[in-house]
Structure formats: structure tokens, C-alpha cells
Nanobody, 112 residues
Framework: QLQLVESGGGLVQPGGSLRLSCAASGRNLDYYAIGWFRQAPGKEREGVSCIDDGGGSTDYADSVKGRFTISRDNAKKTVYLQMNSLKPEDTAVYYC?????WGQGTQVTVSS
């Protein structure tokens, strides 16, 4: 079993930044690719970013390219999502995903 706990969400003004963390317990993350997803009210869950097991390959949704950065620290069993230049349309619950496990999510609200 693998447990995932996201943190770092909150209320931020447009243009602001947040760093989300996804901490794993129960297993090491060394051999897993990891993804960040988000789900806004009334919308389907969508992929935001992913990173391979070694951290050498990353991918981003077009809507967040150039603003978000995914990274991982396998020694700390933690994955991060640095979010800069936040926009109101980034408002959502953000989830990390280590197939087939999901975290409980952390709310990000971008509003003035």
C-alpha cells in the first residue's frame, strides 16, 4: 500500500505563487512515475504535470507550461509542484497520483 498526502494549498491572489507537496508513506517512490491532476468545480479531473521515476523527464499541460514546475525528492519520498503566476482558472483541488493510488487533494483558490 502507498499513502499520499498533499499539502500546500490555500488562497492566493492572481499572480501569486504556491508550492504543493505530495508526501508518500508505505513505499519508496524511487521506481514510480508521478502525476499531478486537478479538478475544478463542475469539471472533469485533468492532468497538470508528470515526472518520471528518475526526475529527468517532465511534462506539462499547455495551460500551465512556463508557470508550473514539477520536481521530486526520492530520499524524502516527496513530489512538489511549484506554481507561479497563478490565475483564477487554476482554482481547483489538486491531487497527486502514483498509479493506482490517489491522495486526498489540496484546495487551491486563486482570487482577489
Amino acid at each position: 500500500q502507498l499513502q499520499l498526502v498533499e499539502s500546500g494549498g490555500g488562497l492566493v491572489q492572481p499572480g501569486g505563487s504556491l508550492r504543493l507537496s505530495c508526501a508518500a508513506s508505505g513505499r519508496n517512490l524511487d521506481y514510480y512515475a508521478i502525476g499531478w491532476f486537478r479538478q475544478a468545480p463542475g469539471k472533469e479531473r485533468e492532468g497538470v504535470s508528470c515526472i518520471d521515476d528518475g526526475g529527468g523527464s517532465t511534462d506539462y499541460a499547455d495551460s500551465v507550461k512556463g508557470r508550473f514546475t514539477i520536481s521530486r525528492d526520492n530520499a524524502k519520498k516527496t513530489v512538489y509542484l511549484q506554481m507561479n503566476s497563478l490565475k483564477p482558472e487554476d482554482t481547483a483541488v489538486y491531487y497527486c497520483w502514483v498509479p493506482p493510488y490517489w491522495g486526498q487533494g489540496t484546495q487551491v483558490t486563486v482570487s482577489s
